[in-house]
């Protein structure tokens, strides 16, 4: 299978089996709507009189003989070699988990999928001894994964701080006992931030996400407190603190949603990097087409155009010396990560599970509240071994959108909660979304293939 497109003057083609990008001219471009296996030992009659009164004839065959060429030597339309890993992917240790260390919050964001922070549950704070439960149970289900990663999450983790704390001084003592290392995060709003929190965070989270739309009048618009106040000029300042006092060893990103009101969000990723901040995320909300603020089908067209136009800004960045990451645009064309997180993707609900106040597993944090997925229970010591092996088996294979889908090993099947939440299954690939991050990938491809058009005329 290939994928062939034209952005930014290049005529692009993935091979997509062996992720190879080449950059080809007009007439192979052309060629290849025609020129697909079985191959001919020369190029077929149809084809030149298909494309004889564009092409020169010779040049015609010449090409189609070197198309040939690249299919036998599984350069192009390349084998598929990942089915085989379909197997593997049996139920895993758990190595990560979304702590709900709050299920109350302080703002009152318009999208937000979690009804405003209580997740459809209640305003309630997670117990101490909840989060050591939490702890324990991923240090004991983790197999012999040495590398933990437990994110706080909310709602507003910092609601419930001195329980954060409490938690990871937990984690810190009890993964010396099993011979394991946590890597800590969160994700806040920003509004409650002060000395004591940044100074704590910047020395034991190894991530941390900063939750913030972009422009003042976007962010603001859909993001106020519960007063109905705009929350821009609070964060602003004490985001910039705490990423000024972050060691080069820790990672962070500021964090954005953009909706039907703000189509031109690459002003939005912009006014992010001049506000300061250079690991930046804007992504797409997700929602019922209900609401005013839904992206729906008839907004692709402008989207797709605003992801160009943000492709082409971020290479004028790079020529210009003022390089940051947009983290939709940042794919490995190198065939990594392993096969069988190509195939399954997050991992949710096999590898990683949330956890509520009231000690509830989820397969993740977009699952919570939804009684049909609940997987167990810390206080009752239950865990839904079925279950987890359901989602193990959540692969591109077994989704019938993704197996024929170019773009299927950078997605991976795309997010399992929202297949459910709008396709009813989580075999049901979210339509809207595949369209999203095809373009996406379409622009990160272009990037890297000017780039790498630029190191080759260098050297």
């Given at each position: 299978m290939i994928h062939k497109?034209?952005?930014?003057?290049?005529?692009?083609?993935?091979?997509?089996?062996?992720?190879?990008?080449?950059?080809?001219?007009?007439?192979?471009?052309?060629?290849?709507?025609?020129?697909?296996?079985?191959?001919?030992?020369?190029?077929?009659?149809?084809?030149?009189?298909?494309?004889?009164?564009?092409?020169?004839?010779?040049?015609?065959?010449?090409?189609?003989?070197?198309?040939?060429?690249?299919?036998?030597?599984?350069?192009?339309?390349?084998?598929?070699?990942?089915?085989?890993?379909?197997?593997?992917?049996?139920?895993?240790?758990?190595?990560?988990?979304?702590?709900?260390?709050?299920?109350?919050?302080?703002?009152?964001?318009?999208?937000?999928?979690?009804?405003?922070?209580?997740?459809?549950?209640?305003?309630?704070?997670?117990?101490?001894?909840?989060?050591?439960?939490?702890?324990?149970?991923?240090?004991?289900?983790?197999?012999?994964?040495?590398?933990?990663?437990?994110?706080?999450?909310?709602?507003?983790?910092?609601?419930?701080?001195?329980?954060?704390?409490?938690?990871?001084?937990?984690?810190?003592?009890?993964?010396?006992?099993?011979?394991?290392?946590?890597?800590?995060?969160?994700?806040?709003?920003?509004?409650?931030?002060?000395?004591?929190?940044?100074?704590?965070?910047?020395?034991?989270?190894?991530?941390?996400?900063?939750?913030?739309?972009?422009?003042?009048?976007?962010?603001?618009?859909?993001?106020?407190?519960?007063?109905?106040?705009?929350?821009?000029?609070?964060?602003?300042?004490?985001?910039?603190?705490?990423?000024?006092?972050?060691?080069?060893?820790?990672?962070?990103?500021?964090?954005?949603?953009?909706?039907?009101?703000?189509?031109?969000?690459?002003e939005d990723v912009f006014s992010l990097y001049e506000a300061g901040f250079d690991q930046i995320s804007v992504e797409p909300v997700v929602c019922d087409a209900k609401y005013p603020y839904a992206l729906t089908e008839e907004d692709l067209p402008a989207i797709s155009a605003e992801y160009e136009k943000l492709a082409q800004r971020l290479l004028a960045q790079d020529k210009a010396g003022k390089h940051f990451n947009f983290f939709h645009f940042m794919i490995d064309l190198n065939q990594g990560p392993c096969a069988v997180k190509r195939l399954r993707g997050c991992g949710c609900g096999n590898e990683y599970v949330a956890i509520t106040p009231d000690g509830d597993i989820y397969p993740c944090h977009q699952f919570v509240g939804m009684e049909e997925y609940k997987m167990g229970n810390l206080e009752e010591g239950t865990f839904n071994r079925e279950m987890q092996a359901d989602f193990a088996k959540a692969h591109i294979y077994n989704k019938p959108n993704c197996r024929e889908c170019w773009a299927r090993f950078y997605c991976s099947g795309g997010c399992n909660a929202n297949n459910y939440q709008y396709m009813g299954d989580i075999l049901k690939s979210h339509t809207l979304s595949c369209e999203f991050e095809k373009k996406r990938v379409e622009c990160a491809i272009m990037i890297q293939a000017v780039k790498s058009l630029e190191r080759n005329e260098a050297e």
């Amino acid at each position: 299978m290939i994928h062939k497109y034209e952005l930014n003057g290049l005529y692009i083609v993935l091979d997509v089996n062996s992720g190879g990008v080449h950059i080809v001219d007009k007439l192979t471009y052309d060629l290849l709507d025609y020129a697909v296996p079985p191959f001919a030992t020369e190029c077929p009659q149809e084809i030149l009189d298909k494309l004889g009164g564009t092409y020169d004839i010779d040049e015609l065959k010449e090409c189609y003989e070197e198309i040939a060429e690249l299919y036998e030597e599984k350069i192009l339309f390349s084998p598929d070699e990942y089915e085989k890993f379909a197997k593997f992917t049996t139920a895993s240790p758990v190595k990560s988990m979304c702590l709900h260390i709050s299920h109350d919050c302080n703002l009152r964001c318009q999208y937000c999928f979690a009804s405003t922070g209580d997740f459809g549950t209640g305003r309630k704070l997670m117990p101490l001894e909840i989060g050591k439960k939490a702890i324990d149970f991923l240090l004991e289900n983790s197999g012999n994964r040495k590398n933990l990663e437990l994110d706080f999450f909310g709602g507003e983790p910092l609601m419930n701080f001195g329980v954060v704390k409490e938690i990871v001084a937990y984690g810190r003592e009890r993964e010396k006992e099993y011979g394991k290392t946590f890597r800590f995060t969160i994700t806040t709003n920003g509004t409650m931030l002060n000395d004591d929190s940044i100074d704590f965070i910047n020395r034991e989270m190894s991530n941390v996400v900063l939750s913030i739309d972009g422009r003042k009048e976007v962010n603001d618009r859909m993001r106020p407190t519960a007063g109905g106040k705009g929350t821009y000029d609070v964060i602003l300042p004490k985001f910039k603190k705490l990423v000024d006092g972050r060691s080069k060893d820790k990672d962070w990103y500021v964090r954005g949603t953009f909706t039907k009101y703000n189509l031109d969000f690459s002003e939005d990723v912009f006014s992010l990097y001049e506000a300061g901040f250079d690991q930046i995320s804007v992504e797409p909300v997700v929602c019922d087409a209900k609401y005013p603020y839904a992206l729906t089908e008839e907004d692709l067209p402008a989207i797709s155009a605003e992801y160009e136009k943000l492709a082409q800004r971020l290479l004028a960045q790079d020529k210009a010396g003022k390089h940051f990451n947009f983290f939709h645009f940042m794919i490995d064309l190198n065939q990594g990560p392993c096969a069988v997180k190509r195939l399954r993707g997050c991992g949710c609900g096999n590898e990683y599970v949330a956890i509520t106040p009231d000690g509830d597993i989820y397969p993740c944090h977009q699952f919570v509240g939804m009684e049909e997925y609940k997987m167990g229970n810390l206080e009752e010591g239950t865990f839904n071994r079925e279950m987890q092996a359901d989602f193990a088996k959540a692969h591109i294979y077994n989704k019938p959108n993704c197996r024929e889908c170019w773009a299927r090993f950078y997605c991976s099947g795309g997010c399992n909660a929202n297949n459910y939440q709008y396709m009813g299954d989580i075999l049901k690939s979210h339509t809207l979304s595949c369209e999203f991050e095809k373009k996406r990938v379409e622009c990160a491809i272009m990037i890297q293939a000017v780039k790498s058009l630029e190191r080759n005329e260098a050297e």
